[in-house]
């Protein structure tokens, strides 16, 4: 099997451990990406929302003018750059939703909006089908720092500069960021409100995945865009770059091993790794 697309753990591997910001101007061209998992992708998506729709959709009552700038850049992009997707089919589909909720269904992202509101920006709401043991409804109405806040270490490395790119983001300019797990599930809806399909009691490395998320950074006149899109590999193939995710795993101080449930596993994933 050919190897991940992304491999973020590469650029950590040889260095001690810290949060890295990691952005990268973005062509705006490759915004949104569509590939041979667009149709199971937008499958799952709709199963999510029709079993979980309080976890997978949230928005402030007063998002809709951004929502619909976001629909709008949406649907430019694929007639513009994925003319084979039949968008008039699938627009008809979602005529009747929430534009965010609209948007969300066209692509194989999840949507995060933040927006102004009394003087500060906070989450206005997504749609978030893939979340990765994180739940989206109690970021709603939160700051970046409040969102960051269960991750350890994270505002104290990075909570400067991620408040000054946010204020430096002109519309026209865009961003992206690769972050990276590894999990024992190939289920993409991990919430973490107890509505996840149960994961195995003790999966054995060879289960595992590593599950990476390629996040863009957009400013719209009216709201700040993420996007996050989740690429899947399982370590059984033996594709990832074995020294490099080793390496990686080795690094990773406990308090971050822990928040990624890694402290117990990734030892014995990194040895078995090693294995011949």
Not at 20 to 43: N, Q
Not at 113 to 135: A, H, K, Q, T, Y
Not at 214 to 234: A, D, K, Q, S, Y
Not at 259 to 273: C, M, S
Request: charged share 30%; net charge negative.
């Amino acid at each position: 099997m050919d190897a991940p697309r992304y491999e973020p753990y590469r650029d950590v591997a040889a260095e001690p451990f810290r949060w890295r910001l990691g952005l990268r101007p973005l062509d705006l061209r490759d915004w949104l990406e569509v590939d041979e998992h667009r149709a199971a992708d937008l499958a799952r998506k709709r199963a999510v929302m029709a079993e979980h729709p309080h976890t997978a959709f949230r928005v402030l009552p007063d998002v809709e003018t951004e929502s619909a700038e976001v629909l709008a850049a949406v649907v430019e992009h694929l007639a513009e750059h994925h003319p084979d997707v039949d968008l008039a089919r699938e627009r008809e589909a979602v005529r009747s939703l929430h534009p965010l909720d609209a948007a969300g269904r066209l692509v194989q992202e999840d949507l995060v909006i933040m927006v102004e509101r009394g003087g500060r920006l906070i989450c206005g709401g997504g749609s978030v089908c893939f979340p990765n043991r994180w739940d989206l409804p109690s970021k709603v109405g939160r700051s970046m720092a409040e969102i960051h806040a269960p991750v350890p270490g994270l505002n104290d490395a990075l909570g400067e500069p991620v408040d000054q790119v946010l204020a430096r983001l002109a519309p026209g300019r865009a961003y992206w960021r690769l972050g990276w797990g590894i999990l024992d599930t190939d289920e993409l809806y991990q919430p973490l409100d107890g509505t996840a399909p149960a994961r195995p009691a003790a999966a054995a490395p060879i289960d595992h995945h590593l599950r990476v998320e390629r996040e863009t950074l957009r400013r719209f006149p009216g709201c700040v865009l993420f996007t996050i899109r989740t690429h899947l590999t399982p370590l059984a193939t033996r594709s990832v770059d074995i020294a490099a995710l080793s390496a990686a795993l080795d690094a990773m101080p406990d308090d971050v091993a822990q928040y990624k449930e890694l402290d117990r596993v990734g030892p014995a994933i990194a040895a078995w790794l090693r294995e011949p």
